[in-house]
């Protein structure tokens, strides 16, 4: 019974990183076309970020949850204003840009903090649930990715701007021609994805050392989780980080750690030839 | 004053023909010591202070007279974390620089890439890093310790603290695969039991379900020889599930680059641990070694032990040379193997002539705020693993790294 409450613990946990390491990208890439290969370096910042304003005596979670989604939005902004705005429909420049663009954050994060592991403590304790010890701070990444999925629908769904944002997705000329203007609209979502790549940065950063190549270890799973989604945003997102989320802690109890890693990148190629258009290609069609 | 052309081409030569007669000249002089380290990349946290250390032996046996009357001069090359920088640098130190010994080299990867150079060219080679063991080759000197070095002394006294079943968590490469064996040998001498072995790529640092896991197994004691700063999660996220104070934890790997000064104390404090060499260590040669580096560079905190292993190194090397009163590779080879000692900041080392391996003192440590306390120092431990499959003296010809069986 303790056993089977801690391992939902550790499977719920699982989803919910994976929820929190994509939804940034979902943003950009699921929304904008933007395949933004800077995205691992985007929550790099986010940790760093994070690091720096509690070096400075900021409360850890004012940090987490404010400073750093805001400093990398802004990081993200810039560079939508420079760079991204310039390539919007040529895929593959965006690819070429976007990679540069990690080279260059790596280079500069390398530079300004050193090319050690740094890092915070988890702000939360563990505590004793039957003989088990748990990590409460699996909590909080369960707690933060929940919000942060029933926020991204609300302001999607619920809010003017969120309807204007989907329209100029799909029709730019349409939202365009109503009064709109594209440029500032596709700013404004890159500024959200950037920021949500951010608050994943900083949320995750308390568990791992951090150094500046960090970026490196999200970015497959992050692509991966959101081009199984499908066209969906949210049900997409949602649907492959928990299928993958299973699969993985599945084997990673079962056999050991490595095995959970293939079994996800093995489930994701039959998941991609099974259902080319992704999980929402075929399922829940039509919803957000 | 007015010049033209003939005349500043002329006096251009002569002046460069000058200059050039006094480095000529020189080069007879100076002893050639080529360094080849990773100074920047991701290996720099390693690279910058052993580069520091090498210059700080060479500044010192320079003031005090030099080897053999000459000055030693150094040529250092960065390989910027980059393998296939090594071999490059390798060529250009042996082929080019004609450098009389080569000390570097982090990685075994990076040992492995240059080694095969050195070898052919003659050139002597001082590898000064903690690493798995098993180098055959008359032509390498190895400085640092060895797994059976730290386990043998580590494992009796973590188990003596916890008890007699032990978790092991490895990195996944030859490093990890081979110190956990040698864990597993120990605790069964001493009457333990490992109760499961679990190996981790480099990259993973997620480890909340290994720590479910562990807490299965229940063992009394977790080991774990993890490797890097992805690895360097585990030890946060141990601390965070609140399992510190439960299971106790011994490492072999954990600190060898000064990773506890990134762990805060809660974190950090009580993992049990087993180096050649400590900050804290309170021997008047360690606070000689400080006070020397402090004046150097200002600033003490960057001194791990593979920043004395290459100190150590160098030390030996000069001792060797002064021995044989030559700089030709055989005969300080033959003076090195007449099992030459020096006493280092971090206590006395011997060359072991049967494997060119040194002889050290193993200090078992705890970490304590940021920093690692002394509990027991064992004198003079040989470097048993290697000693199991190498004979140099009765095999000079060998040249292979032996996969150690146990």
């Known amino acids: ?288 | 004053m007015s010049m033209n052309r003939r005349e500043l081409l002329g006096g251009a030569a002569a002046l460069s023909t000058a200059a050039m007669l006094p480095q000529a000249a020189m080069a007879a002089d100076t002893i050639q010591l080529g360094s080849i380290l990773d100074t920047s990349g991701i290996f720099d946290a390693y690279g910058k202070p052993m580069d520091q250390a090498m210059r700080l032996a060479v500044k010192e046996i320079n003031d005090a007279g030099g080897l053999l009357g000459k000055q030693v001069e150094v040529a250092a090359y960065d390989t910027q974390s980059d393998m296939a920088l090594y071999s490059q640098y390798a060529q250009q130190l042996t082929r080019q620089d004609k450098v009389d010994v080569v000390h570097g080299g982090i990685l075994s990867a990076s040992r492995e890439a240059i080694r095969q150079t050195m070898r052919k060219t003659k050139t002597l080679y001082f590898y000064n890093v903690q690493y798995e063991g098993g180098v055959c080759d008359r032509n390498i000197f190895v400085t640092g310790v060895t797994p059976a070095q730290q386990v043998e002394v580590l494992v009796p006294y973590a188990m003596k603290k916890s008890g007699p079943k032990v978790h092991i968590l490895a990195a996944d490469y030859n490093y990890g695969q081979i110190t956990a064996r040698w864990i597993q040998k120990f605790v069964e001498e001493n009457g333990g039991e490992v109760v499961a072995t679990d190996f981790f790529p480099l990259d993973v640092a997620d480890f909340g379900s290994t720590i479910t896991k562990i807490q299965q197994t229940a063992p009394d004691l977790v080991f774990a020889p993890l490797v890097g700063g992805a690895h360097l999660s585990f030890f946060r996220q141990w601390s965070a599930a609140g399992m510190k104070d439960k299971i106790p934890l011994a490492s072999t790997t954990m600190g060898v680059g000064n990773e506890h000064k990134v762990l805060t104390p809660e974190e950090g404090n009580g993992i049990m641990v087993a180096y050649n060499y400590s900050q804290e260590l309170d021997t008047p040669a360690n606070i000689a070694f400080k006070a020397k580096w402090q004046a150097e560079y200002g600033d003490t905190t960057a001194i791990h032990e593979l920043a004395v292993s290459t100190y150590q190194g160098i030390m030996l090397w000069a001792a060797g040379v002064r021995k044989a009163g030559s700089i030709e590779r055989d005969a300080v080879v033959d003076a090195l193997e007449t099992g030459i000692s020096i006493e280092g900041p971090a206590g006395k080392v011997t060359i072991d002539p049967q494997t060119h391996h040194a002889t050290v003192d193993v200090h078992i440590m705890e970490f304590e705020g940021q920093g690692m306390t002394v509990i027991e120092t064992l004198p003079q431990r040989a470097p048993i693993d290697t000693q199991a499959v190498c004979d140099l003296q009765a095999n000079p010809g060998d040249n292979t790294q032996y996969e150690i069986e146990i």
Not at chain 1, 6 to 15: A, C, K, M, Q, S
């Open chain 1, 1 to 288: 019974m303790d056993l089977s409450f801690v391992i939902l613990v550790e499977v719920l946990y699982g989803v919910a990183s994976l929820v929190l390491i994509s939804a940034g990208l979902a943003v950009v890439f699921g929304m904008m076309k933007v395949i933004n290969l800077a995205h691992g370096e985007f929550m790099m910042m986010g940790g760093y970020a994070t690091i720096t304003a509690v070096g400075l005596g900021v409360n850890v979670f004012v940090a987490m949850l404010v400073i750093a989604p805001l400093v990398v939005g802004l990081i993200g902004l810039i560079v939508e204003r420079l760079v991204i705005r310039h390539l919007y429909g040529r895929l593959v420049d965006t690819m070429l840009a976007t990679w540069g663009l990690s080279l260059v954050f790596i280079g500069l994060a390398t530079m300004i903090f050193g090319n050690t592991t740094t890092g915070i403590s988890t702000p939360i304790p563990g505590f004793a649930f039957g003989g088990y010890q748990v990590n409460g701070y699996n909590f909080f990444i369960i707690i933060v990715s929940i919000v942060l999925v029933i926020a991204m629908y609300a302001v999607l769904r619920g809010t003017r701007a969120g309807l204007i944002a989907r329209g100029t997705m799909q029709r730019s000329d349409m939202a365009a021609a109503l009064g709109y203007s594209p440029g500032r609209i596709y700013m404004m979502t890159f500024f959200c994805g950037s920021a949500l790549s951010g608050l994943a940065g900083a949320v995750l950063a308390p568990l791992v050392g951090l150094v500046p190549t960090s970026g490196g270890a999200y970015i497959a799973k992050a692509f991966i989780t959101v081009i199984a989604g499908g066209p969906s945003l949210i049900a997409g997102l949602v649907s492959s980080a928990t299928s993958f989320g299973l699969v993985s802690q599945f084997f990673t109890f079962a056999i050991s750690p490595v095995i959970g890693e293939v079994a996800l990148l093995i489930a994701a190629v039959v998941l991609l030839r099974t259902m080319p258009q992704g999980i929402t290609g075929r399922f829940f069609k039509g919803k957000l």
